[in-house]
């Protein structure tokens, strides 16, 4: 029997969690994080990013199935406690509109709220460019090439505030 395309993506996506855990070290500090972003392991913050992938498409069930909760249960038993998610992905968004939308200003915010509550943030999860990407598929060389530059911008974009935001003092 055949697995189906949205079965193959969760293997791939439990595998991808799996492997994050291991660069994660599977356990956080029980202190409580004088600079955060210097600190490794599972926070008691987990923030999701994305677009309708983190909301849970292809899954019957997005709220335990989607692979942000799949990923968030493999965050609680490697840690053996509970972690907090806050997923704030939105359905069709872009790496363009992430920068627009609200999604990034409210991670920030959901970072600076951790922070001064003395937690960490653990990890961070972005998944963004598929609508990109389809929004190019029948565009020419040209404009896929400008479609790609503009991509790569606003990734550089997201991540360099999402940095930012993790970061004190460098």
């Known amino acids: 029997m055949t697995e189906s395309p949205a079965r193959r993506l969760l293997l791939l996506l439990r595998g991808l969690a799996l492997a994050a855990?291991?660069?994660?070290?599977?356990?956080?500090?029980?202190?409580?994080?004088?600079?955060?972003?210097?600190?490794?392991?599972?926070?008691?913050?987990?923030?999701?990013l994305g677009d309708s992938l983190g909301v849970g498409l292809l899954s019957s069930m997005p709220e335990t199935?989607?692979?942000?909760?799949?990923?968030?249960?493999?965050?609680?038993?490697?840690?053996?406690?509970?972690?907090?998610?806050?997923?704030?992905?939105?359905s069709g968004e872009t790496a363009a509109s992430m920068l627009t939308s609200g999604q990034l200003t409210n991670a920030q915010t959901a970072i600076a709220r951790a922070y001064a509550n003395g937690w960490q943030v653990s990890p961070i999860t972005v998944d963004i460019g598929g609508n990109d990407m389809r929004a190019l598929q029948d565009k020419d060389d040209a404009a896929r090439e400008a479609g790609l530059t503009t991509f790569r911008a606003n990734i550089a974009r997201i991540f360099d505030t999402l940095v930012a935001a993790t970061t004190v003092n460098g």
């Not at 994660?24 to 008691?44: D, E, F, K, N, R």
């Not at 942000?68 to 509970?82: G, I, N």
Request: aromatic share 6%; net charge neutral; proline share 6%.
């Open 65 to 90: 199935r989607g692979y942000v909760a799949e990923f968030h249960t493999l965050l609680e038993q490697a840690a053996h406690r509970p972690v907090q998610l806050q997923n704030l992905s939105i």
């Open 21 to 48: 855990l291991i660069l994660l070290g599977g356990t956080a500090s029980s202190a409580t994080p004088a600079a955060p972003a210097a600190q490794h392991g599972i926070g008691q913050l987990y923030l999701a």
